[in-house]
C-alpha cells in the first residue's frame, strides 16, 4: 500500500502559467515533506521542503502547501518555465525517536512545460 | 565536495552473476540511503545505515540482496545471484540526520542496472 500518493503520472502546462503538483499521504506519523527534480539520466534533486509545523514554505517560483487535516500537499509553480520540465517526487519523513527515517517517495508527476 | 558518487553508471550482467554497486557519500554525512526506481514502483527504499550500521533493511526485496558499509565513506550494494527483475536504476543517497531544522538527502545519479 503506497504510503505516498502522486495521481497525477504527468502534467502538460503552458509556459508561463502556474504548475500544480499535488501528493497525498496516508501515514499521520509523517512530519517533514520534501519535493524533489529529476532530469533523465540524472539523480534526484532537493528543491523544497516543508515541515508539519508549517502550512506553506516558499521559495523563489516554488512554493509548497500543507494541508495537515487532508493529508495533502501541493507545490506551485510560478510562471512556469521550459527548464521546468522533468519529473516530480513528492517524498515524506517520519522523524521518530530523533532518528531519520528513509524517505518516502510517490511515484513521480512528469510535468510538461509548452512553449 | 563533487557529491554522492556511485559507480559504475552502467551495468549489464547476464542473470545468475554477481552485480555489485558501489556509493561513496557526501564527506560528514552520517546516514547512507540506498534507493531502487522502477517503472511500477517508483523509488523504492531498500535499506540505510547510520553512522555505518544498518538501521532499516526491511525493503531489501530477498535474501539475493545484501550491502555494506565498512566505513563512512563507501557502501556497496550486491545482488548474488542476479534476476532480469533486478533491473532498475539504484540510487544512492546521504544525509545528515533528517531531523528537527534539517533539510534533504543528497542523491548520486545512480546506476542503471540491466540483467539479460
Known amino acids: 500500500d503506497q504510503q505516498v500518493k502522486q495521481n497525477s503520472p504527468s502534467l502538460s502546462v503552458q509556459e508561463g502559467r502556474i504548475s500544480i503538483l499535488n501528493c497525498d499521504y496516508t501515514?499521520?506519523?509523517?512530519?517533514?515533506f520534501l519535493w524533489y527534480k529529476k532530469y533523465p539520466a540524472e539523480g534526484p534533486t532537493f528543491l523544497i521542503s516543508?515541515?508539519?509545523?508549517?502550512d506553506k514554505n516558499e521559495d523563489g517560483r516554488f512554493t509548497v502547501f500543507l494541508n495537515k487535516s487532508a493529508k495533502h500537499l501541493s507545490l506551485h509553480i510560478v510562471p512556469s518555465q521550459p527548464g521546468d520540465s522533468a519529473v516530480y517526487f513528492c517524498a515524506a519523513s517520519a522523524r521518530t525517536g530523533g532518528g531519520a527515517d528513509g524517505l518516502t517517495f510517490g511515484k513521480g508527476t512528469h510535468l510538461i512545460i509548452q512553449p | 565536495d563533487a557529491g554522492v558518487i556511485q559507480s559504475p553508471r552502467h551495468e549489464v550482467t547476464e542473470m545468475g552473476q554477481e552485480v555489485t554497486l558501489r556509493c561513496k557519500p557526501i564527506s560528514g554525512h552520517d546516514y547512507l540511503f540506498w534507493y531502487r526506481q522502477t517503472m511500477m514502483r517508483g523509488l523504492e527504499l531498500l535499506i540505510y545505515?547510520?553512522?555505518?550500521?544498518?538501521?532499516?533493511d526491511s525493503g531489501m526485496p530477498e535474501d539475493r540482496f545484501s550491502a555494506k558499509m565498512p566505513n563512512a565513506s563507501f557502501s556497496t550494494l550486491k545482488i548474488q545471484p542476479s534476476e532480469p527483475r533486478d533491473s532498475a536504476v539504484y540510487f544512492c543517497?546521504?544525509?545528515?540526520?533528517?531531523?528537527?531544522?534539517?533539510?534533504?538527502?543528497?542523491f548520486g545519479q545512480g546506476t542503471r542496472l540491466t540483467v539479460v
Open positions: 516543508i515541515s508539519s509545523i508549517k
Open positions: 543517497a546521504s544525509s545528515f540526520w533528517l531531523g528537527q531544522g534539517n533539510t534533504e538527502a543528497f
Open positions: 545505515f547510520n553512522n555505518n550500521v544498518p538501521i532499516d
Open positions: 501515514n499521520s506519523m509523517f512530519d517533514y
